[in-house]
């Protein structure tokens, strides 16, 4: 059983930066041909939106959403079996309750919930003045 513990969220002021931390245990390695892990947010009143996610084999192939890109970046340390989503220049919009979610389904790009099967509990990001 795959499981994720996400970690960093905090109060930030704009323009500010976080690394949000995401443990993964429950697979033999965190490379893997077989796995992609993803960073999701929900924001209040707003539905879940997929924001990066990252494939676990050794290309390690990146996606972005349009509305993060230049400002978050999504990496991993196999060692740690942990994976991060660095997010600089904060926005307000950027409150939200963030997830990290694994999937083994081969579809994981754009990252979308349904084809996730196993997440975090969240941590939350406010950002304010």
């Known amino acids: 059983q795959v499981q994720l513990v996400e970690s960093g969220g905090g109060l930030v002021q704009p323009g500010g930066s976080l690394r949000l931390s995401c443990a993964v245990s429950?697979?033999?390695?965190?490379?893997?041909?077989?796995?992609?892990i993803g960073w999701f947010r929900q924001a209040p009143g707003k539905e879940r939106e997929g924001v990066s996610c990252?494939?676990?084999?050794?290309?390690?192939?990146?996606y972005y959403t349009d509305s993060v890109k230049g400002r978050f970046i999504i990496s991993r340390d196999n060692a740690k079996n942990t994976v991060y989503l660095q997010i600089h220049s904060l926005e307000l919009e950027d409150t939200a309750v963030y997830y990290c979610?694994?999937?083994?389904?081969?579809?994981?790009?754009?990252?979308?919930?349904?084809?996730?099967?196993?997440w975090g509990q969240g941590t939350q990001v406010t950002v304010s003045s």
């Open positions: 990252m494939s676990m084999n050794e290309g390690s192939t990146t």
């Open positions: 429950g697979l033999r390695s965190l490379r893997s041909d077989d796995y992609a």
């Open positions: 979610a694994a999937t083994s389904s081969g579809r994981w790009a754009p990252p979308a919930s349904i084809d996730y099967a196993y």
